[in-house]
């Protein structure tokens, strides 16, 4: 188990260099001049400019300023913004919204798509399966920004059943529309990925055989099915995870909740290279730590994970 953890870790330290180095050498080979668009309209002398990019290393070749940039990474540094502003800084008080609304979402995925999946997988062929499967495609079929905007016409500022923007209601009331939104397309990949593994486990072996014992039907589902069917689900939700934390942008720009999403999206704009990179890379870290840990916990689960 040991060794397999190491080897995993050694793995995602592999793709963390590669995916930063690949962010870092797109943001940065953006055309246009930063530091002189700090300027606006007023053209900044030249005197000043050559200063502000000796002070932020722009100078330099850009993999070794990719170099300076891990160094400071692993000593908690993010980098500082053209500003002069910390980036870990300013998304300290964003945090708490992103992880609110990801993890709201992420609960509705995990609850309902776990359950629409069993019963879906319990009743295969039947009509209640068919009505699961095809709200499972309407759901996929319809943007994101289709969804956001229309939910908050319509279930916001029509019916008046949620806030229609900002986390002034807190938690649930401003958070339950917009995570609502933001599950839509992994709660369909969930019921569906449950489904199948549903029927592929009832159909096995070890299902026969337990019947064949006594075993009465609740413990065969509730304890035997359930867990050998959660294994390939577990791994899509801790994925899930990290695109819900980086998915935000979007929906946190309708319905205007001051996470890091919409730090992103505003630092994209205003070609804030560092806070991009910034922010990209603590979505990074925490998509693959969940991952190992999942990855982990799976090989728990399943023996046979960390023989492969």
Do not use: C
């Amino acid at each position: 188990m040991s060794r397999y953890a190491v080897r995993r870790a050694v793995e995602l330290l592999v793709v963390f260099l590669g995916v930063t180095l690949v962010i870092y050498l797109m943001v940065f080979a953006l055309p246009g001049d930063p530091i002189r668009s700090l300027g606006g309209d007023r053209p900044l002398p030249d005197n000043v400019v050559a200063e502000l990019r000796s002070r932020y290393h722009l100078d330099e070749p850009v993999l070794q300023q990719y170099a300076r940039y891990l160094g400071g990474l692993f000593t908690g540094d993010l980098g500082t913004n053209f500003s002069g502003q910390s980036v870990a800084g300013r998304m300290e008080s964003r945090w708490p919204v992103t992880i609110t609304l990801a993890l709201t979402a992420w609960g509705i995925e995990v609850v309902l798509g776990v359950l629409l999946g069993l019963f879906a997988g319990l009743r295969r062929g039947r009509a209640g399966d068919r009505f699961v499967l095809a709200g499972t495609i309407l759901a996929t079929s319809i943007p994101v920004f289709v969804v956001a905007v229309t939910a908050q016409l319509v279930l916001g500022v029509r019916l008046g059943w949620f806030p229609v923007a900002g986390t002034t209601d807190g938690w649930p009331t401003s958070y339950l529309l917009p995570a609502a939104v933001i599950a839509v397309f992994g709660l369909a990949s969930v019921t569906r990925l449950m489904r199948g593994s549903v029927v592929d486990t009832l159909q096995s072996d070890f299902v026969r055989t337990l019947r064949a014992k006594g075993l009465r039907e609740r413990q065969v589902v509730g304890v035997h099915v359930m867990r050998n069917s959660a294994i390939p689900v577990l791994t899509f939700l801790a994925i899930d995870l990290g695109y819900l934390l980086g998915g935000t942008v979007v929906v946190e720009g309708v319905f205007n909740l001051p996470g890091v999403g919409q730090l992103l999206f505003q630092a994209i704009r205003a070609h804030e290279g560092p806070t991009v990179v910034g922010v990209s890379t603590a979505l990074i870290i925490i998509f693959l730590l969940t991952n190992l840990v999942v990855d982990l916990l799976s090989s728990v689960l399943d023996p046979r994970i960390r023989h492969e």
